[in-house]
């Protein structure tokens, strides 16, 4: 198991993945798979995508994900052999920035939520366009954390909050923003991108996908926030909740380019 910056588990990624359906939808709409293809995940997590991906391609197509947690990738087996689909679905533990695949090897290749936690998500790109075949499409979605914010009246502790986030929680906070100018740099054609807004207006919910507990304990560590200014903007948020208005929001971005020449 991976402890690193922006670590969460398969129960976390499960929870996510169902919130966050539509619109991996229209990623794997993007990839423009057609039955028979060969296509890949990278940052696969349990197997959510790659599980979603094998109806697409069917049983003649190739769907393989990898991840750099072993963890994640014994996980994803495990589900993939109790769907019974693991002839055409696989899962290699690789870091995303040296994929084992050969050039030109697949027709679509897709991540999701992956590019945040990069330290070079450049170097990762390019690969994932290497294993790409010409005129094969390479789909990236992830988050801005320095999108979104919620709303109370205590502001200045939920900036410090959210700029501490974005600029800590993860290697890569901003990687949604960055995404449409790695892909032009990469070379990638026809670039595409949509700017897809995530609301949540349940507080235990917003708690547990935006992992508050962790952000509020780290925020303390580094004296950003004090613990009653943690509890003071806990206790808005409650309020705004039983009220019926608690409201939050954050975006993510979904860019497609194509591997052209
Ligand atoms: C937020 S999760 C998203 C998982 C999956 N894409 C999904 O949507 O459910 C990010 C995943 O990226 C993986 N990851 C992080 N850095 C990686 C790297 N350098 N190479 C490969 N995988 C990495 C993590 O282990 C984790 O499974």
């Known amino acids: 198991m991976t402890t690193t910056k922006g670590y969460v588990d398969p129960e ?6 169902e919130f966050l359906n539509q619109l991996k939808q229209r ?6 798979i057609q ?10 997590g349990p197997g959510i995508d790659t599980m979603a991906l094998s109806q697409l391609v069917g049983v003649t197509g190739e769907v393989y994900g990898v991840d750099y947690d072993e963890a994640m990738i014994t996980e994803a087996e495990q589900r993939t052999q109790k769907a019974g689909i693991s002839t055409w679905v696989k899962h290699k533990h690789s870091d995303a ?6 050039t030109g090897y697949f027709d679509s290749c897709r991540s999701e939520r992956l590019f945040q936690h990069l330290l070079n998500p450049s170097i990762a790109l390019k690969e994932m366009a290497r294993v790409t075949k010409e005129n ?5 979605m992830d988050t801005d954390w320095g999108s979104g914010g919620i709303d109370t009246i205590e502001i200045d502790i939920e900036r410090r909050l959210a700029r501490f986030m974005s600029d800590n929680l993860y290697h890569n906070g901003y990687a949604g923003r960055q995404l449409y100018r790695l892909f032009k740099k990469q070379g990638l054609m026809n670039v ?12 235990t919910f917003a708690r547990q996908i935006w992992s508050l507990d962790i952000l509020e304990c780290q925020a303390v560590e580094k004296k950003v926030v004090t613990e009653g200014e943690v509890k003071k903007i806990q206790m808005a948020f409650e309020q705004a909740d039983a009220d019926g208005v608690f409201f939050g929001y954050g975006c993510l971005t979904l860019v497609a380019g194509q591997k052209v020449g």
């Open 12 to 17: 976390y990624l499960q929870v996510v993945g």
């Open 27 to 32: 990623t794997y709409a993007r990839m423009q």
């Open 35 to 44: 039955t028979g293809h060969k296509v890949l995940d990278v940052g696969c």
């Open 97 to 102: 920035t040296s994929l084992p695949f050969e």
């Open 136 to 140: 094969g499409w390479v789909v990236v």
């Open 192 to 203: 595409s991108f949509d700017v897809l807004p995530l609301v949540v207006t349940n507080y």
